[in-house]
């Protein structure tokens, strides 16, 4: 078992990492076509990338100082103690131990009647998981221990890292298009028909592959996070089989969940939606392109198969 | 000139491959101490509960003194044993002990309703969780690193600087989930 998942987490990890890589080129490609669409000229295509690469940084920046605690904060999550909540505390220190995490991850509680879980933090040391109130009244020891294990997949897999990394691009590249788009509405297009002169073709063509550039980045981004996502969702179901070794709790747990999502009473944004274990936005089953979690039927069966096997084979 | 120049090329990255490969195995090697360091922290937590659990006990279960002194005694052994092997045996028995004890609960009501016992019940049965879940990692980082030092070509540098196989923790115990096939 234990190398073919090492693998895995490492493909995962450079999956991660070129994910992010091709999000930073598209960022830069945004700005040079956006730039280059407001001055018409190579120098402001220039300055349009620098400005781009700057609201990366500054976004990045912020998210490394306390993204977490705001994350936190806007899903009302509070931090409970051993006493609090014995039997949560105890499954997130069962499953940092079989998840040989550096740190116990801090806990925290949502007080709402649906259930769901997620995890946060850009280093397992500093690594944060909260679930509902919903979540603890529902589950059984089992089926918790199933959905922690998951999380905690998730931050060892390095998940919540990139996630953040990723997420953050995105919204960097989104911020771009929506600002480049406006500008270019309120009177950047002006000054653009006036100073290509002579170029003529050459200069039009230009225009209107840059201007298909900063249309179709944002969607193009989308889709890679997207796509990725949903692959760390299997991984993390596996880290979880791994960690536990009983793939079926987790299995319970994830029907139980989707069979009572109601997405209105949980105080969710798009930014938080694809770290919990069950997307909140989309209901059970649904598989659209921009889905962040794969359907859940599907979560299920893979982890019945893995439990399956745990059976007869392994009893010899 | 050229040919020192080379074979001083090859020399130092012989080198960065040695260092590479020796940095690679000290750290399997301290992933599997540390690991060897959850064991240890949870058998003690459980040696910890136990006085805890039998004061709680005691006053339900004036019937059961041969289970609670079997229990007491186990304890002192474990809390003896020297290395994983006797360690590994030692724990077992006071499993065993533990369970034999909880299965006796179920004859008196009363205790098993006391918020007391409820609470010390699940200290104890997560303290045994979180021993077979460190001793699952444990396993798990000796068997990574003993693959590593045998296989080529970490294990021409293994020999040479002292890199030793370790032993696995096995606890003599039936009752186990067996390990599920992973799959993604």
């Known amino acids: 078992?234990?190398?073919?998942?090492?693998?895995?987490?490492?493909?995962?990890?450079?999956?991660?990492?070129?994910?992010?890589?091709?999000?930073?080129?598209?960022?830069?490609?945004?700005?040079?076509?956006?730039?280059?669409?407001?001055?018409?000229?190579?120098?402001?295509?220039?300055?349009?990338?620098?400005?781009?690469?700057?609201?990366?940084?500054?976004?990045?920046?912020?998210?490394?100082?306390?993204?977490?605690?705001?994350?936190?904060?806007?899903?009302?999550?509070?931090?409970?103690?051993?006493?609090?909540?014995?039997?949560?505390?105890?499954?997130?220190?069962?499953?940092?131990?079989?998840?040989?995490?550096?740190?116990?991850?801090?806990?925290?509680?949502?007080?709402?009647?649906?259930?769901?879980?997620?995890?946060?933090?850009?280093?397992?040391?500093?690594?944060?998981?909260?679930?509902?109130?919903?979540?603890?009244?529902?589950?059984?020891?089992?089926?918790?221990?199933?959905?922690?294990?998951?999380?905690?997949?998730?931050?060892?897999?390095?998940?919540?890292?990139?996630?953040?990394?990723?997420?953050?691009?995105?919204?960097?590249?989104?911020?771009?298009?929506?600002?480049?788009?406006?500008?270019?509405?309120?009177?950047?297009?002006?000054?653009?028909?006036?100073?290509?002169?002579?170029?003529?073709?050459?200069?039009?063509?230009?225009?209107?592959?840059?201007?298909?550039?900063?249309?179709?980045?944002?969607?193009?981004?989308?889709?890679?996070?997207?796509?990725?996502?949903?692959?760390?969702?299997?991984?993390?179901?596996?880290?979880?089989?791994?960690?536990?070794?009983?793939?079926?709790?987790?299995?319970?747990?994830?029907?139980?969940?989707?069979?009572?999502?109601?997405?209105?009473?949980?105080?969710?944004?798009?930014?938080?939606?694809p770290m919990y274990a069950i997307n909140p936005l989309a209901a059970a089953g649904s598989a659209s392109i921009f889905g962040t979690h794969p359907p859940t039927t599907e979560r299920i069966r893979r982890l019945l198969e893995m439990q399956g096997a745990a059976g007869p084979a392994d009893a010899t | 000139m050229a040919p020192v120049l080379i074979l001083l090329g090859i020399l130092a990255a012989l080198v960065l491959w040695f260092v590479s490969i020796y940095n690679g195995l000290v750290q399997l090697r301290n992933y599997v101490d540390n690991a060897w360091a959850q064991i240890d922290v949870q058998l003690k937590r459980r040696h910890d509960l136990i006085p805890n659990l039998i004061e709680t006990v005691k006053g339900y279960m004036s019937h059961e003194r041969g289970t609670l002194e079997a229990i007491t005694k186990a304890r002192t052994e474990a809390m003896h044993a020297q290395g994983p092997a006797q360690a590994g045996q030692a724990e077992a028995a006071l499993s065993g002990a533990l369970r034999g004890l909880m299965v006796n609960v179920e004859r008196y009501p009363d205790l098993k309703a006391s918020a007391n016992f409820l609470a010390l019940q699940e200290e104890l049965s997560s303290t045994e969780n979180k021993i077979s879940f460190a001793r699952q990692a444990y396993n798990d980082s000796v068997t990574r690193y003993n693959s590593r030092i045998q296989s080529i070509p970490a294990n021409l540098v293994a020999g040479p600087a002292g890199f030793s196989r370790r032993d696995l923790f096995e606890l003599a115990d039936a009752a186990e989930r067996a390990v599920p096939q992973v799959k993604f």
């Open chain 1, 1 to 273: 078992m234990s190398t073919m998942m090492w693998e895995a987490i490492a493909a995962n990890k450079q999956r991660s990492a070129l994910l992010i890589a091709s999000l930073a080129t598209l960022l830069a490609l945004m700005g040079l076509a956006i730039g280059f669409l407001l001055g018409g000229r190579p120098q402001s295509a220039y300055f349009g990338a620098f400005v781009g690469m700057c609201v990366w940084g500054v976004l990045l920046l912020v998210n490394a100082m306390g993204g977490e605690s705001v994350l936190l904060a806007s899903a009302n999550a509070r931090e409970v103690s051993h006493d609090d909540a014995p039997q949560l505390y105890n499954v997130v220190e069962e499953m940092r131990i079989a998840a040989s995490l550096p740190a116990l991850p801090r806990v925290f509680i949502i007080d709402t009647p649906v259930p769901n879980a997620f995890a946060v933090g850009l280093k397992p040391e500093r690594a944060c998981v909260a679930v509902t109130t919903g979540l603890l009244e529902r589950l059984e020891r089992d089926e918790l221990q199933g959905v922690i294990a998951h999380e905690l997949g998730h931050v060892a897999n390095r998940d919540t890292l990139f996630m953040t990394l990723a997420g953050v691009t995105l919204g960097a590249i989104v911020l771009l298009a929506d600002f480049g788009m406006r500008m270019l509405f309120w009177g950047g297009g002006r000054r653009r028909s006036s100073s290509s002169g002579k170029g003529g073709g050459a200069a039009a063509l230009l225009m209107i592959a840059a201007l298909l550039l900063a249309i179709l980045a944002p969607l193009v981004a989308r889709l890679l996070y997207f796509a990725c996502s949903r692959q760390r969702e299997y991984l993390a179901d596996a880290s979880a089989a791994q960690f536990t070794r009983y793939p079926a709790g987790l299995a319970r747990a994830l029907r139980k969940i989707s069979q009572e999502q109601d997405p209105k009473q949980i105080p969710v944004n798009r930014v938080v939606a």
